[in-house]
């Protein structure tokens, strides 16, 4: 018979395994309750960015991004398929929100080296667990510290970067015969100026914020095989990411029943 800790490590064995899949099966909920912004954003001054040559611009609008607390709204490609995304996101990795594909839902929550996730039955059933988890963990929040296999997929699609690197320093923008700006306009009621380069069928822009800091409002990836779509707003704000209390959470690496 198998003890305790056998059947502990069985069990998220098997819920680890099916990671992969889990991650590419969330659903629509698109609230951030379980994070605030606090803070306020500064002036609207014209910042003379569109000046700038193409390439510079992209560089000089990430720089801007990266370090700054923000709210990212859109889709994406993770694990071979899409996911919508609605998260709050630090610049030390923490995050808070929901990611959602396929009729399944489950909200995310990222701090102190570990995530939380919370579904419903049928998002675990839909996940790949045994039928005899999934009661036990539908509805409650289940904590995957980093510690885990398969756990830095959870980290990485909480940093910041992940999302905007692969389009932002790609070799399409940076270094890319291709890349171009074009005129001001305004998107979602803000100017901004974007930047565009392609390849083939491949094509990237950003949208780069004219006033205030040179943000990125907006980067759109298609004709690749992750194509993305990716709104940002919010920025400059701290990020306040508040986990769930110890005794409404099932801790993976100490889960026993």
Known sequence: MATLEERGSTRRGKIMTAWPRTLALFACAATLGAASFAGTMTGQDPNDIEDLPAEEIALEAHDATEVVGLRAKGKMTFWSEQIRMDLALSP???????????????????????????????FWKAADVDSDMVNQLADQWVKISDQLEGAE????????????????????????????????HKIDGKLAIPVTAKDGDVMVRIE????????????????????????????N???????????????LETWES
Do not use: H, W
Request: aromatic share 4%; charged share 30%.
């Open 237 to 251: 704000q701290q990020v306040k990411v508040k986990t769930p209390d110890a005794e409404d959470v099932i801790d």
């Open 208 to 235: 780069v914020a004219t006033e205030g800091e040179p943000y990125i409002l907006k980067l759109t990836e298609t004709g690749s095989d992750e194509p993305r779509d990716v709104a940002f707003s919010e920025f």
């Open 153 to 184: 997929d959870l980290a990485e699609l909480c940093a910041l970067d992940s999302t905007l690197e692969p389009v932002v320093l790609s070799d399409l923008i940076v270094g890319g015969p291709g890349v171009t700006k074009g005129e001001v």
């Open 92 to 122: 030390q990795g923490d995050c808070a929100g929901t990611i959602e594909q396929g009729g399944n839902t489950a909200e995310l929550i990222r701090a102190d080296d570990a995530s939380y996730l919370k579904g419903d039955a049928d």
